[in-house]
């Protein structure tokens, strides 16, 4: 029988800092575990925070810097980004990041 490929599941995040939002996401990542989900993390901080080596332990991270302002240029790269990382399914944890997915 052949093996059924892992959901693919794509996280958007503001930054990867301590906070409610990001503890609850990895906790999500942390529960939906392999064989069955696999993870891509897409953040848009401007640096690497606290949380990030947490982050790479259970997921693929990727990097899609928002800068005030430029919300075109970060609506280019964060579509190049989710092509790249071929989700199935996109989260956005973010109020903002909502319309972005759904366009």
Not at 19 to 28: E, F, H, R, S, V
Not at 71 to 92: H, K, M, Q, S
């Amino acid at each position: 029988m052949a093996q059924k490929s892992p959901l693919r599941v794509a996280h958007i995040l503001g930054k990867l800092d301590y906070g409610g939002l990001q503890a609850m996401a990895l906790k999500l990542i942390k529960g939906l575990p392999a064989p069955s989900f696999s993870h891509v993390v897409i953040y848009e901080g401007l640096e690497r925070e606290v949380l990030y080596s947490d982050f790479t332990s259970c997921a693929d991270v990727r990097h899609c810097p928002y800068y005030p302002g430029k919300t075109l240029g970060f609506f280019l790269r964060c579509t190049r980004v989710l092509r790249e990382a071929a989700p199935d399914l996109v989260l956005a944890h973010l109020v903002g990041n909502h319309t972005l997915v759904s366009w």
